[in-house]
C-alpha cells in the first residue's frame, strides 16, 4: 500500500537513499545497515517483493499508474534516487576521504556498526535459547566472511552477473557488505570502479555528441560488464528479497537475531587498525588497476598503540559513528510517533 508523505518525509527518504548508497560502496559497511537501523527495512523488502510477475504484466499491458501503485513506486522511487544522487556525490567524498584519512573514515563506520548493534538488541525483547543460537550462527558467518581469502579478478560475464546478485546482498541483507563480497570475489576494481568509470566517461562523451568510444573495444568491454552486473544485481534484488520477506514472514524472531548476530561478525571487516597488503605479480612488484592503484589483496589486522594521539582520535571518531546512528535512530523513532495515531 502506498502511504501518504509529507514534503519533509520524502526529502528525507531520498536522504536515507543517500546513506544507503554511500554506504553500500564500501567495503564492510551495509546498505542494509541503514535500512534496519532507519526503520524502513521490512517496507523496503516487501516493496521490493512487488517486482514481480504481476508487476511485469502491468508493464506489459501498459498500465503504469497502476503499475506505480502496486510496487509502491513512491517509496522505492524516492530511495533509489537517493542512492543515485550518492554514487556520483557522497561515494566520490568517501573515496577522498578513506584515501587521506583512512583510520578516522574506518573508525567512525566501526563506531556506527556498534551503534547499529546496540540500537537493533535493545528492542529485541524476547531473547530465548533458540535466539541465541541464531545470533551465535550469524556472528560466526560474518567472522568467516571477514578472513576469507580475495580471489582473481574475473570479468566473465555468467560470473559477473553471479557478482551483481549476490554483491546486492549489502542492500537487503544487514551486516553482508556487498562491496566486501566483491572484493573477495576479485571483482571489486573491475566492478565498482573500472566499469562505473567507463560508465561515467560514456554518458560524459554522449552529453557532447561525442561517439568515438564506439571504436574503443576496452570501453565497449566496461560497458557490458556494467550492463551485466546491474542485470544480475536486478535479480538479485528480487530474488533475495523474495527469500527475507518470506523468513521474515514466518521467523521474524530468528531473522532478526541471527541479523543480530551477522552485523556483530562483521566488525572485523571495519577494524580500523589494519595494514593493506597488495597484490604482487611474479617480479614481486605490486599489481596496479587501470587507475593506477594498487590492488589490494588482504587486510592485516593489529591492535593500536595507546601511546599514540591518533589512536585517541580514531577512538574519538568511533564514539562519533555510535553517537551519529543511535541520534539518528531517535529522530528517525521521535517522527514515527505522530504518524501511528
Excluded at 161 to 190: A, D, E, K, Q, W
Excluded at 235 to 240: F, I, N, R, S
Excluded at 260 to 269: A, C, E, N, Q, R
Aim: hydrophobic content about 50%; some cysteine; charged content about 15%.
Amino acid at each position: 500500500m502506498q502511504q501518504t508523505r509529507t514534503f519533509t518525509d520524502k526529502v528525507l527518504l531520498v536522504l536515507k537513499g543517500l546513506a544507503m548508497g554511500a554506504a553500500n560502496k564500501v567495503p564492510g559497511v551495509s546498505g542494509g545497515v541503514v535500512a534496519f537501523v532507519a526503520g524502513f527495512y521490512e517496507e523496503f523488502i516487501y516493496s521490493l517483493q512487488k517486482i514481480n510477475y504481476k508487476a511485469f504484466m502491468l508493464l506489459i499491458n501498459g498500465r503504469f499508474r497502476s503499475l506505480f501503485h502496486y510496487t509502491n513506486g513512491k517509496f522505492l522511487s524516492l530511495l533509489i534516487l537517493g542512492m543515485l544522487i550518492s554514487y556520483f556525490s557522497v561515494s566520490k567524498l568517501l573515496d577522498y576521504l578513506i584515501l587521506h584519512y583512512e583510520l578516522y573514515v574506518w573508525a567512525s563506520f566501526f563506531g556506527m556498526i556498534i551503534g547499529s548493534i546496540y540500537y537493533i538488541s535493545k528492542d529485541f525483547d524476547e531473547w530465548s535459547k533458540r535466539s541465541l543460537v541464531f545470533v551465535f550462527l550469524g556472528i560466526i558467518a560474518g567472522v568467516a566472511i571477514s578472513f576469507l581469502e580475495p580471489a582473481k579478478e574475473n570479468d566473465n560475464l555468467w560470473f559477473v552477473f553471479f557478482c551483481g546478485m549476490v554483491g546486492v546482498s549489502g542492500m537487503t541483507l544487514p551486516g553482508l557488505s556487498g562491496s566486501f563480497i566483491l572484493i573477495l570475489f576479485g571483482n571489486y576494481v573491475l566492478l565498482l570502479v573500472d566499469s562505473v568509470n567507463a560508465l561515467y566517461d560514456t554518458l560524459a562523451d554522449l552529453v557532447v555528441l561525442d561517439f568515438s568510444f564506439i571504436n574503443d573495444p576496452d570501453r565497449i568491454r566496461l560497458l557490458e560488464v556494467i550492463l551485466v552486473f546491474g542485470a544480475g544485481s536486478l535479480a538479485g534484488l528480487v530474488t533475495l528479497s523474495h527469500f527475507l520477506g518470506y523468513v521474515l514472514k514466518h521467523y521474524k524472531k530468528d531473522t532478526f537475531a541471527a541479523i543480530i548476530g551477522f552485523i556483530t561478525g562483521s566488525l572485523g571487516v571495519v577494524w580500523p587498525w589494519k595494514e593493506k597488503i597488495f597484490k604482487l605479480n611474479q617480479s614481486g612488484e605490486i599489481i596496479l588497476d587501470s587507475q593506477g592503484n594498487g590492488i589490494i589483496d588482504y587486510y592485516d589486522r593489529y591492535f593500536p598503540t595507546f601511546s599514540s594521539a591518533e589512536t585517541w582520535l580514531a577512538i574519538f571518531f568511533i564514539f562519533v559513528g555510535i553517537l551519529i546512528v543511535l541520534g539518528l535512530a531517535w529522530y528517525e523513532k521521535k517522527n514515527q510517533k505522530p504518524a501511528t495515531r
